[in-house]
């Protein structure tokens, strides 16, 4: 039994989640409050978002290096959008259209040209960046208050972002895995050739994995918009890079055809945890900064380790 | 497949098992809360704009400083993002909100994006203290120099050095940064008060480039043959232009003034190639905004009223549009004071 488990990459991350928040409670009395872990799902949940849409496209074998990008792409337009008198439900929705588009033109790009996914989001990752910074002039706008409640509020005791992002999921998880889209993304992942062949529309497929990532993104740029109550172009700086951490830790193989969902989010909580917690206790952030890095690396190697125990054994 | 689906469950659960260790360990933590007894302490958060670059770990000198003054009263902590963004801030400032500190010191990354945070610390009870970047909520803002004070200072040294008279050159940054603009004006209105027979020749753009400012300086000296000086501002730029006049064999002929940091500037103070540099005192400012912290937390700071701010005397609060402000002294860097400052 013990054996088995420790061959569940799922199951380390939870003993690994279980360490972290009993150290972080040690670090700090505030830490196991319902107050300040309410408040941390709200961070746990818009972290896991980006993480999810990052998974998808890691599926695939590619990799969405434009996700903070687009972030800050959707938070600058949701304000301009609610400037210029748009009404606000109809602003999120165009703002996660702009997301989804984005993602489609990485998408294409990526499949009709095809150039490897890490160049071409590279690329983008500059063009929204840019388009942002263009059209806001790089100052902050106010959005309306009737906003707030998507980034402030609570349905029941729970925060916004964690019911969207747990809806979220669900849908997710949903399609991947008792419809053929997951199959699909798996085999394109494992074999983009093999998939060809056996008849899957690889294109198809691919740009629906980008769509998603891009209307994550622009999503997490909606909520965490309407959480501090302004919209900036320069919101999700390194987002990308929280996001790959997130799926890879959570065990998806960077060469594609492998990734876990839950993983990547309990993976999100881990991360996310040790960084509030390190900040309650008052650790200074470069010291913060080692210690993340530290950690991925050793949980990193040890999926490995197992990962290559399992394919001797069998 | 269908195992993956029973993961993602798997993962709901484990969020719920979270907030179940919450529940048992609220009753642990505020047990241990009550019996720590740290209620007399006064708790100050001070967060830079980033950690890690020079001139805020000149400004964390001051803060611990203070700090180690004021001894057993305060606990301060020094905390900040590692990359100068405001969502970085909120998102550190969400999670110190929780632990009640007294008062929140903040330097800004956006005046705007930051304020919903600052008035959910303010509804916890919590007093902010912005400084060094306002922010559009808070108690008290501790501002740099004051800027008619500053630009009246460089163009005194400059006065004082020429002899009240002839013909000077400005180098700014960009016509529009804030800073810029006021202090010009400072010294246009010191120039038509004190000094009429200075003559303000040209007034140029370097952005925050020492090379720039270094072919700038040398243009200006050579369109017009009688300039008598160079106010440089930006501190990147008054080292290219003191190179310029080195390079045109010019040291004493043409006097160069402005403002930039002293460990940039040592090398030009001590060979005599500049007289003094203006600029504030970096860790004053961190040691004032503590001292200003633990007063607004303990006794309470009044417009108007003075109040005292350790080594650095009395401050008197101005009223202004949000609340109040304070600004900090002027320095001048000379050849002689110099080395007692490392930013």
Redesign the interface.
Same mark, same amino acid.
């Given at each position: 039994m013990i054996k088995k488990l420790t061959k569940n990459n799922?199951f380390i991350l939870?003993v690994v989640?279980a360490i972290v928040?009993g150290v972080m409670?040690n670090l700090?009395?505030?830490?196991?409050?319902?107050?300040?872990?309410l408040?941390?799902?709200?961070?746990i949940s818009e972290t896991s978002l980006i993480g999810l849409g990052m998974t998808l496209v890691i599926l695939t074998g590619g990799i969405d290096l434009s996700v903070g990008s687009m972030m800050a792409l959707s938070s600058v337009c949701l304000g301009l959008f609610c400037q210029i008198g748009i009404p606000s439900i109809l602003a999120v929705v165009f703002s996660l259209l702009i997301g989804a588009l984005g993602g489609m033109l990485n998408g294409y790009v990526v499949c009709k040209l095809k150039l490897p996914a890490l160049i071409v989001t590279l690329a983008t990752m500059e063009l929204f960046r840019g388009i942002a910074l263009g059209i806001s002039g790089g100052s902050?706008i106010?959005i309306p208050e009737n906003l707030?409640f998507l980034g402030?509020g609570d349905i029941g005791p729970l925060p916004v972002q964690l019911v969207v992002t747990?809806l979220v999921?669900?849908i997710v998880? !949903?399609f991947?895995?008792?419809t053929n889209f997951? !199959?699909y993304l798996k085999s394109i992942g494992y074999n983009e050739e093999v998939a060809v062949f056996s008849g899957i529309r690889v294109t198809w497929n691919k740009v629906k994995a980008y769509v998603l990532s891009g209307f994550f993104a622009a999503l997490l740029g909606v909520l965490?918009t309407c959480? !501090?109550?302004?919209a900036?172009a320069?919101?999700?700086?390194?987002y990308e890079m929280d996001a790959i951490t997130i799926a890879v830790f959570g065990g998806a193989s960077l060469a594609g055809g492998k990734v876990?969902?839950?993983?990547a989010?309990?993976a999100a909580?881990i991360i996310v945890m040790i960084?509030?917690g390190l900040?309650?206790a008052?650790i200074?952030?470069?010291v913060q900064?080692v210690i993340i890095g530290l950690i991925l690396i050793l949980a990193v190697a040890f999926n490995n380790f197992v990962a290559s125990r399992k394919t001797v054994e069998m | 497949?269908?195992k993956?689906?029973k993961?993602?469950i798997?993962?709901?659960l484990?969020?719920s098992m979270?907030?179940s260790?919450?529940?048992?360990?609220?009753k642990?933590?505020d047990s241990?809360?009550s019996a720590?007894g740290s209620e007399d302490k006064t708790k100050i958060v001070v967060m830079p704009k980033v950690?890690?670059i020079d001139y805020y770990n000149a400004v964390k000198q001051g803060v611990d400083e203070a700090a180690k003054e004021l001894g057993d009263k305060v606990e301060v902590?020094?905390?900040?993002?590692?990359?100068a963004?405001?969502?970085k801030q909120?998102?550190?400032l969400?999670?110190?909100i929780?632990?009640?500190p007294d008062v929140i010191c903040i330097a800004a990354n956006?005046p705007?994006?930051i304020?919903?945070?600052l008035e959910k610390a303010e509804k916890a009870g919590i007093k902010v203290v912005s400084w060094d970047a306002d922010a559009n909520t808070r108690d008290i803002f501790v501002n740099l120099v004051d800027y008619t004070t500053f630009g009246n200072a460089i163009i005194d040294s400059m006065a004082d050095q020429i002899g009240e008279e002839g013909d000077i050159a400005i180098i700014t940054t960009t016509f529009t940064a804030v800073n810029q603009v006021l202090w010009i004006d400072a010294i246009k209105a010191r120039i038509e008060e004190k000094y009429p027979n200075i003559n303000i020749v040209d007034t140029r753009e370097a952005g925050e480039d020492t090379q720039k400012a270094n072919t700038l300086a040398s243009d200006l000296m050579k369109s017009y043959s009688d300039l008598k000086g160079i106010i440089a501002l930006g501190a990147p730029n008054l080292p290219g232009a003191v190179d310029a006049v080195v390079a045109a064999g010019k040291t004493g002929d043409v006097v160069v003034c402005g403002n930039s940091t002293p460990n940039t500037m040592k090398s030009y103070l001590k060979d005599g190639s500049i007289r003094d540099v203006q600029l504030w005192s970096a860790p004053d400012h961190g040691y004032l905004t503590v001292y200003t912290a633990y007063t607004l937390a303990t006794s309470g700071i009044e417009a108007g009223k003075a109040f005292e701010a350790g080594k650095l005397g009395e401050f008197t609060p101005e009223k202004d549009d949000l609340s109040m402000n304070i600004s900090l002294p002027l320095v001048e860097f000379t050849k002689d004071n110099v080395d007692d400052f490392d930013f």
């Open positions: 799922f939870l989640l928040m409670s700090s009395d505030y830490f196991l409050t319902p107050l300040y872990l408040n941390a799902t709200r961070f902050a106010a707030y402030q747990t999921y669900i998880a !949903v991947i895995y008792k997951g !199959v965490f959480r !501090v109550s302004s900036k320069d919101y999700g700086n390194n876990s969902f839950a993983g989010y309990i909580i960084r509030l900040t309650t008052a200074q952030t470069e900064s | 497949m269908k993956g689906l993961k993602v798997g993962a709901g484990a969020l979270v907030f260790m919450a529940a048992c360990g609220q642990s933590g241990s809360d720590s950690v890690g902590t020094w905390q900040g993002p590692t990359e963004t405001v969502d909120i998102e550190m969400e999670t110190i929780p632990t009640q956006d705007d994006a304020k919903p945070t």
